[in-house]
């Protein structure tokens, strides 16, 4: 069974970090990208970042790039989002992904996490 758990959300100050973790297992994810959407109540669930296990190339949003990372560990199949100097409105959901679609969006993903609540106050 193909599952993408996710860990390390939680509660959060401004200007804090947290590193979220996303471990791949049950299948060969090479040829896929990984990473985050987050969804905010009564919001849209928006892409946040991703990477290319082949190529190792990556993808910020606007509104995080400076502030998050995306990394990769291969032996582990885990991707890691570093999120530093957070902000009140980085408050969200964080949903794990996964697609072997050169097209990166929610109608492409194949795999999805369970989800993770990351809660940054003011």
């Known amino acids: 069974q193909v599952q993408l758990v996710e860990s390390g959300g939680g509660l959060a100050q401004a200007g804090g970090s947290l590193r979220l973790s996303c471990a791949a297992s049950?299948?060969?994810?090479?040829?896929?990208?990984m990473g985050w959407f987050r969804q905010a109540p009564g919001k849209a669930r928006e892409l946040v970042a991703f990477i290319r296990w082949s190529g190792g190339s990556t993808y910020l949003a606007d509104s995080v790039k400076g502030r998050f990372t995306i990394s990769g560990d291969n032996a582990k199949n885990t991707v890691y989002l570093q999120m530093n100097s957070l902000k009140p409105e980085d408050t969200a959901v964080y949903y794990c992904?996964?697609?072997?679609?050169?097209?990166?969006?929610?109608?492409?993903?194949?795999?999805w996490g369970q989800g993770t609540q990351v809660t940054v106050s003011s």
């Open positions: 992904a996964a697609t072997a679609n050169s097209i990166v969006v929610v109608t492409t993903v194949q795999y």
């Open positions: 049950g299948r060969t994810f090479s040829r896929y990208a």
